[in-house]
């Protein structure tokens, strides 16, 4: 029930497979709330990736305002999270045990999964194995982890972000990547963007709120 998810600036902790994980919630307003929360996966835990990411927060404040519930939470070995980075294959296990966690405090909800750079990898390798509803990959690491371009398709309806002058992902390897998927993902392009979305954060929000809200399950 939303009057017992952890709401607000305080940090917990949910247990993890290999130790605990810290975690964030964030909550829509009562009158908004909607029939889906989602989990919020950050970027690469040895280049400085954290829950408190811009894109991650703008990602999960842009979920809050459409009505979801979200939680984000460190990989482990990040912040106070146990354990140590387990190249994706652990940090994958990561997101499930986010996963099965939200599904255990709104268990009537759609669930949702979003990432940003490393974390779209690892949500995307999440949702080939636990049954999201939606997922939500900005600027996917195709060309920093190979593997990606060996798997399926998630089953989910997916919406891929992509900045055009991403310096880390180029665009043209992110937009061969999606030509050879099915079913093909929806694809948000956004112009004049880096890799880190500097200066970008409000077009960001804009855009992934336009594009998701006709996607929000209601009560």
Request: hydrophobic share 45%; with cysteine; aromatic share 8%.
């Amino acid at each position: 029930m939303s009057d017992v998810y952890p709401c607000g600036p305080e940090r917990f902790f949910i247990d993890g497979p290999a130790g605990r994980l810290e975690a964030l919630g964030g909550c829509p307003e009562p009158e908004r709330a909607a029939a889906a929360s989602a989990v919020v996966c950050h970027p690469h835990p040895l280049h400085g990736g954290t829950m408190q990411n811009k894109v991650v927060h703008i990602l999960a404040r842009t979920l809050n305002e459409l009505g979801l519930h979200t939680l984000r939470f460190n990989f482990r070995g990040v912040g106070q999270s146990e354990g140590e980075f387990a190249d994706a294959v652990g940090e994958t296990d990561d997101v499930l045990a986010a996963l099965e966690w939200l599904r255990s405090r709104r268990p009537d909800d759609a669930l949702w999964l979003a990432g940003f750079s490393f974390g779209a990898f690892v949500a995307i390798r999440a949702a080939l194995r636990f049954p999201v509803a939606r997922l939500v990959t900005v600027a996917p690491a195709i060309t920093l982890y190979p593997e990606l371009a060996t798997l399926d398709a998630p089953a989910a309806p997916w919406l891929i972000v992509q900045g055009d002058r991403d310096e880390i992902v180029p665009v043209s390897a992110v937009e061969a990547w999606i030509e050879r998927l099915a079913p093909r993902p929806d694809y948000l392009k956004l112009p004049d963007t880096g890799h880190f979305f500097h200066q970008r954060l409000t077009d960001l929000h804009d855009r992934l709120a336009d594009r998701l809200a006709p996607h929000v399950p209601r009560r």
